[in-house]
């Protein structure tokens, strides 16, 4: 059984599958538990969300709505149905950490995940005594856990899967071809594939490729920036603080409409297409609209380096891809860089010097531009042929490691070798404490996290979209109280049948004694129902006032109807017959409760096949 | 027991009458039928309303249909008056005291009409009538139609089914009740629904690409182009400048044909083998046109999904004459409508049977042709035995 990663999670799966083995079951991530496209795949699959109805509930928290597409919603059901032999998390580490504790949790779990700084996350390190197969996609952090003291083997190795069959050099003719078709010919075009986010070095980049190009003006040098140019790093602003010209630099336009590709400089965004007839249907690559793989291969094929400076990262894609193409890949030598970087690699080490992420304290790379001028003017000045013979090296080093097939055996190896292993399926709800009183003086974030930690027992830090919503809305005028107030009334809600609620208020005060409850929280039908058992209640008890408990929507079905004292919002803490009507120490709040409900909509306990029949009239 | 049994006994107490604080609502209307549907789970969603409508509307044209309920029940063609969403419970009691009949689902309206001493035909599938069943009013005014449950098996009890339970009334069943209740004379006894496929409800115009004129009524439709009937490319071309097409194919379609209409394209469907090559599907999907690929569901679909992992295979279901129960007792009584229509030569047939054999439609029912392209689309079918004598007339009732 998988869990999340994409392009990893299909790569490895459809090679378990081909091997005929396995009988598979897919948690796949975000997508809804019995969603359309799911039910192509060759093996089951079910989604990590929940119904329509579930999520609703969820809206105002985008920290919940995260985890849910993580699957913490549904994990436990689908363990508990599915009795899978083997579990494979791969995902990231804090959405996987907290299952260990899973009364379901055995030595036949395996966590596959990405952990790309240093210091290594913290949760990481501590479930390290509870997971037998712990791998992490990059070296580094094996390194690094060595380091630390902990035995050979607590965190082992095992790359991410690539497809390699969508990547690879074309013919000297094709990519002369391809060149002239976007109007180039011998530049020297240095590219980056890569998603506009601050985690790539894009002004490192730039300042890197302007030394580059000043120490070469002979090289007509370009650099080509396969990304979107409006989210991230403004590069148009990059471009022009580096003295660099527009037409240094060259990126790839889409048209979402025809589908078609086009290189060129920087000219805006919605712009006509030149290929069909759409008006404003082409913009940069970008998550939305952007390049096949079939294009983006060749638009690798229109690069003589690839160059990819970041701070850090679990397993960078597009430098693997750059390599199947046979492009010597300068890389930051830092997290998983570090592994792509070295000789046999066929990559070439970008230098680098550390920062401290503010907020998480993480060590980041800030790669030196001096150093992306350095390995750019090497590669710029080795013979083609050399070049080359590395670009091979390159592509066999992916081949060798990272290819589908490669980690898709070692993970049936480590399948293979688990012992059969009995499950255990129950599963605990850790009640949330909606009393908790978070520390005052504490900074934005932190109250935040402790909101979570503490009041709806959830485990998340200062980097969670949820935290800096909250941490927003305070920045921009919302008051702690009302954040608070939020968190608690969940906590109540999630809690419903732990939490007694106080009820005085609702009651009148000089009524003692002489109360009872009717309680029937739903439906319309039922609601009207049991109007008809109201006259013979206060026949039978005239003195007392009834109260009647449902749903609001029903309460217009209550309008003056003269044996009902008060109408109240219906809760699930008066279901316990023993409360409402108070036990040992306990006062109570009604002498009698009726809850016909949980005879009928509670628990089932009338239906009989309709054959039962009742020895008294009930008829009045 | 009833439900308000079980509720008065836990009470300890007795039933008497309900109460509504009834509001005003202004509806002119002498006759009307209050109907109420579900929308909470699919299970109380039946999908042939307005095949019961028809059939009423034959007999009982003066009497109107008011839909009541809330704004996400369901929708049903046919009915007069959509009260859904326009009123208040209060509203409802009153729209209900002043009905003639109600027909619809387990519901609160069902238990206001029985309140108001009003006729009653409702349907009772995933649980039994006798647990909720109208409580008071006179006994002989309440038709309660269930699900045959021996047939069928017991009751869900559950708001959603796969295989919902409710549509396995049949619609002159209702009807007959409704005209029965307000002693209106018929003979629907004589009508007997044999098979009703599960797309029978979805309206669907197939178009075969051969060189005859093209109806308007496909104008800026959508329609299922059947090149795997009769692979005539070429015809795109046309059909294209007037409908949105789903084409329909076991072949490659040219890509720079699919290019120049792609506008109008609105998916296609690939029934695809071993020799489909993976870099035409690319192309086509490039082209931005939906793509969904089909194979037989048999011993080989493994493999090719696989092979066509990344475009995702569904299995392709073949209905045959055993899919319809009783197929073995056809005869020149048993009739069939359809909401799926197929153009040829400018003609309309109601099957892909009908227009092998070069049979043109002409009315709302059609006979039976009992070969194995007809019992394939028989999920698209009403088949019904109509021993009416004067069933003609029927045919050209109202239908939607």
């Known amino acids: ?620 | 027991m009833h439900i308000l049994d079980r509720y008065a006994l836990s009470c300890g107490v007795k039933i008497d009458q309900p109460f509504i604080n009834p509001h005003y609502y202004p509806v002119t209307l002498d006759k009307y039928v209050v109907f109420q549907t579900s929308g909470k789970g699919n299970s109380r969603q039946y999908d042939y309303w307005h095949k019961a409508f028809s059939f009423i509307k034959e007999y009982a044209p003066d009497y109107k249909i008011v839909h009541v309920g809330i704004p996400s029940d369901q929708s049903v063609y046919g009915v007069d008056i959509d009260l859904r969403g326009k009123t208040s419970i209060n509203h409802l009691a009153y729209i209900i005291k002043n009905c003639s009949i109600y027909l619809g689902v387990d519901s609160l309206s069902v238990h206001l009409a029985s309140a108001n001493n009003k006729k009653i035909v409702a349907l009772y599938s995933y649980c039994y009538a006798q647990n909720c069943s109208p409580v008071w009013g006179d006994r002989k005014d309440h038709t309660l139609i269930e699900v045959d449950w021996e047939k069928y098996g017991k009751p869900s009890f559950s708001l959603q089914e796969d295989d919902k339970k409710i549509n396995k009334i049949n619609p002159e069943l209702i009807a007959k009740a409704v005209l029965d209740q307000l002693q209106i004379p018929n003979d629907l006894d004589k009508v007997q629904t044999v098979h009703i496929g599960k797309s029978f409800h979805n309206p669907t115009i197939e178009v075969i690409p051969d060189d005859g004129p093209i109806p308007v009524l496909i104008k800026e439709k959508v329609c299922n182009v059947r090149l795997d009937y009769l692979f005539n490319e070429k015809k795109l071309l046309q059909l294209a400048s007037i409908s949105f097409l789903n084409i329909i194919s076991n072949k490659p379609v040219d890509l720079g044909l699919l290019n120049t209409i792609k506008a109008k394209v609105s998916g296609m469907t690939l029934i695809v083998d071993a020799s489909f090559d993976i870099n035409y599907l690319k192309a086509v999907k490039n082209l931005g046109i939906k793509l969904t690929l089909t194979a037989p569901n048999n011993d080989g679909w493994g493999k090719l999904a696989e092979k066509f992992f990344d475009f995702g295979l569904e299995k392709e279901q073949v209905a045959t004459k055993d899919s319809v129960k009783d197929s073995d007792k056809v005869n020149q009584q048993w009739i069939f409508s359809s909401e799926k229509i197929i153009i040829s030569n400018g003609k309309i047939f109601s099957s892909k049977a009908s227009w092998k054999n070069n049979q043109a439609k002409l009315d709302k029912y059609s006979k039976v042709i009992d070969c194995p392209d007809f019992w394939e689309e028989s999920e698209h079918f009403h088949i019904l035995k109509d021993e009416r004598p004067n069933w003609n007339s029927a045919k050209n009732s109202f239908s939607p």
């Open chain 1, 1 to 620: 059984m998988f869990t999340g990663f994409g392009k990893n999670a299909k790569n490895v799966l459809r090679h378990l599958y081909k091997t005929g083995k396995y009988n598979i079951i897919e948690f796949a991530n975000s997508k809804t538990k019995n969603a359309e496209d799911l039910k192509t795949l060759p093996w089951q699959a079910f989604g990590t969300l929940p119904e329509q109805g579930k999520l609703q509930a969820l809206a105002s928290d985008q920290t919940k709505i995260r985890m849910a597409s993580y699957g913490v919603m549904e994990i436990d059901e689908l363990i508990k149905e599915a009795k899978p032999d083997f579990y494979i998390g791969t995902e990231d580490i804090w959405a996987l950490s907290p299952l260990v504790d899973k009364k379901w949790w055995n030595d036949n779990c395996m966590i596959w995940t990405t952990l790309d700084s240093l210091p290594i996350f913290p949760d990481a390190i501590k479930i390290i005594p509870k997971v037998k197969h712990y791998y992490a996609w990059s070296s580094f952090v094996e390194k690094e856990i060595k380091r630390l003291g902990h035995p050979e083997g607590s965190i082992r190795t095992l790359r991410g899967a690539t497809e390699t069959s969508c990547f690879f050099r074309l013919k000297d003719e094709e990519r002369k071809l391809l060149r002239k078709e976007f109007g180039l010919s011998d530049e020297f075009i240095v590219g980056f594939v890569f998603r506009n986010q601050l985690r790539k070095s894009v002004p490192n980049l730039m300042q890197g490729f302007k030394l580059f190009k000043d120490k070469n003006p002979k090289l007509k040098a370009k650099l080509l920036l396969h990304t979107h140019w409006s989210e991230g790093w403004d590069i148009q602003r990059l471009i022009k603080d580096n003295g660099l010209e527009n037409s240094d630099v060259l990126t790839t336009y889409f048209c979402k409409k025809c589908k078609q590709y086009e290189i060129k400089s920087f000219c805006g965004q919605k712009i006509a297409c030149r290929f069909c007839d759409g008006k404003d249907t082409v913009e940069t690559t970008n998550i939305h609209n952007g390049v096949s793989e079939d294009q983006l291969n060749e638009v690798y094929n229109l690069m003589d380096v690839y160059c990819h400076p970041f701070t850090s990262g679990g397993q960078e894609i597009p430098v693997t891809e750059a390599k199947l193409t046979e492009l010597i890949t300068l890389v930051t030598n830092y997290s998983c860089g570090e592994d792509f970087c070295t000789e046999e690699s066929g990559g070439m080490p970008l230098s680098w010097k550390p920062y401290f992420e503010p907020g998480t304290n993480f060590i980041k790379a800030t790669t030196l531009p001096e150093s992306i001028a350095d390995k750019l003017e090497r590669v710029a000045s080795t013979p083609l042929s050399k070049r080359n013979e590395m670009g091979k090296k390159a592509r066999q080093f992916v081949l060798d490691n990272l290819s589908a097939e490669v980690i898709g055996k070692q993970i049936e190896k480590i399948i293979d070798n688990a012992p059969k292993i009995e499950w255990n399926h129950s599963c605990s709800f850790e009640p949330r404490n909606p009393n908790h009183q978070p520390i005052e003086s504490a900074n934005d974030t932190d109250w935040v996290v402790d909101l979570y930690k503490n009041i709806l027992k959830m485990n998340v830090d200062s980097e969670d979209s949820g935290v800096k919503g909250w941490v927003n809305q305070i920045k921009n005028g919302g008051s702690r109280e009302s954040v608070l107030n939020y968190f608690r009334q969940t906590a109540i809600k999630e809690n419903q049948e732990n939490t007694r609620v106080e009820l005085s208020d609702l009651l009148d005060k000089d009524d003692k004694g002489r109360r009872i409850l009717f309680a029937i929280p739903q439906s319309a039908g039922d609601v009207f129902l049991c109007t008809s058992l109201l006259p013979s209640i206060k026949k039978t008890y005239p003195n007392y006032n009834i109260y009647f408990a449902t749903k609001p929507e029903f309460f217009e079905i209550l309008d003056c109807n003269p044996h009902i004292h008060k109408r109240i919002v219906f809760s699930p803490f008066m279901e316990n017959l023993l409360t409402m009507e108070g036990h040992a120490g306990g006062e109570g709040y009604f002498d009698i409760a009726f809850l016909p409900h949980i005879g009928t909509q509670k628990v089932f306990d009338y239906q009989h096949n309709g054959k039962d029949i009742i020895q008294f009239d009930t008829k009045a």
